[in-house]
């Protein structure tokens, strides 16, 4: 099983990024995908979600508006559009797998990523 996270960069306050989720060793249609980040310092936090039951999507309040999570089954591929960038969502971004039929940042995730950093400068 694999989750390979790519697209983390450096970029200016306001800007886009667009991270992916790479995923092999599982029946992606079976698995929720979680992205979550970490801050220095900081707890990891649910950044947004898509369950594995209709793709529903769900987004910690910090980011409704300006990040969007889909999925793309036939690559399967997890991505992260956010735009309006801010400092303060400045981290190591994760993605994780969960076989679990929920829709909460906080049910057990099976696999994770191993993270892509994320910049916003100011």
């Known amino acids: 099983v694999q989750l390979v996270e790519s697209g983390g960069a450096v970029v200016q306050a306001g800007g886009s990024l667009r991270l992916s989720c790479t995923t092999s060793g599982f029946t992606f249609d079976d698995y929720a995908i979680g992205w979550f980040r970490q801050a220095p310092g900081e707890e990891r936090e649910g950044v947004s979600l898509?369950?594995?039951?209709?793709?529903?999507?769900y987004y910690v309040d910090s980011v409704k508006g300006r990040f969007t999570i889909s999925s793309d089954n036939a690559k399967n591929t997890v991505y992260l559009q956010m735009n309006s960038l801010k400092p303060e969502d400045t981290a190591v971004y994760y993605c994780a797998a969960s076989s679990y039929m929920s829709s909460r940042f906080n049910m057990p995730y099976e696999y994770w990523g191993q993270g892509t950093q994320v910049t916003v400068s100011s």
């Open positions: 898509i369950t594995n039951s209709g793709r529903t999507t």
